[in-house]
């Protein structure tokens, strides 16, 4: 079965976001686990942790197929020792609340050299994984690193950077990448054609290997191959589009092994048309093989 959902808001509390997946058409999400531009976080209480667990089994949603995003204001390759020290600490606090949860994927950002250059700004990010992993020692929470778009000094636009990060840290085995697909059509990776997606699976798969891709988050982009610009847009209104863009790519069972998560523009009522509109594409293209 695919794993389709989008990124859901926890305005209500936690409890009430397996419900409001499942209204949606969803059966995986992704959520903050606090307000995501604050540097101020902490674990929920264990009643809320029950009843958010309850909820999950209630619903049938597999916890393993759910992904937490890191707040906005963490960057491990930040030169401001300042802003580092407390973007370990906060990431630090950010697994424990997803094992809290019984999540298994915390997804962040590798961050921005800020022109102390591309070496620099890794090893500061190996170095702050390594002591939020030690911090963490009796947790099974995975760290997802996120492709982003080609720009600035923004580190993780290719998988030999992700990979560098990965094969650098102490604990490698405890670090994953989800891949965004509008942040890699920004960095030149097409998957309008089968050749193209061919060269994404490829490219994946000679760098980190296919295995460390955990999540995909499903995003179109506003702007041309390459931009760099980072503008999400609704799946098959963007420069990516459907026919002969996302209908190829969601169409790959190697694709289709990884949950897919939706951080478009609008809330869930927008959530729901488009979910419903990439399984009727699905299935349309199914029955006319």
């Keep these: 079965m695919i794993k389709l959902g989008a990124h859901m808001s926890t305005s209500k509390g936690f409890d009430k976001v397996p419900e409001d997946t499942i209204k949606i058409g969803g059966n995986t999400f992704q959520i903050f686990p606090h307000s995501p531009r604050m540097w101020r976080a902490s674990l929920p209480e264990d009643k809320v942790t029950r009843i958010f667990k309850s909820e ?29 020290e407390k973007s370990v600490a906060l990431l ?96 030149g990776f097409d998957i309008r054609t089968v050749d193209g997606t061919e060269f994404l699976i490829e490219s994946i798969d000679s760098t980190v290997g296919y295995g460390k891709l955990k999540m995909i988050h499903l995003n179109d982009s506003k702007f041309p191959l390459g931009a760099g610009k980072d503008r999400h847009e609704v799946i098959g209104k963007g420069y990516i589009g459907m026919d002969g863009g996302f209908r190829e790519f969601l169409s790959r069972e190697e694709i289709q092994q990884k949950p897919w998560l939706l951080e478009t523009p609008g809330g869930d009522a927008d959530h729901e048309e488009e979910i419903k509109y990439i399984k009727e594409l699905l299935n349309s293209r199914e029955n006319s093989l």
């Design 92 to 187: 630090s606090i950010e697994m424990k609340i997803t094992a809290s949860l019984g999540l298994k994927f915390l997804n962040f950002h590798p961050g921005s050299h800020l022109g102390d250059g591309l070496q620099t700004g890794i090893d500061r990010i190996v170095r702050g994984i390594d002591i939020v992993l030690s911090e963490n020692l009796d947790s099974d929470v995975m760290l997802l690193l996120e492709n982003v778009a080609a720009k600035g000094n923004h580190i993780g636009s290719s998988f030999e950077e992700l990979k560098s990060i990965i094969d650098g840290s102490s604990e490698p085995s405890r670090i994953g990448v989800t891949y965004d697909t509008c942040h890699g059509f920004d960095s």
């Design 56 to 84: 999950m089994k209630d619903k049938g949603i597999d916890p393993y197929s759910c992904m937490v995003h890191s707040g906005y204001l963490i960057n491990l390759a930040s030169s401001n020792e300042e802003v580092w």
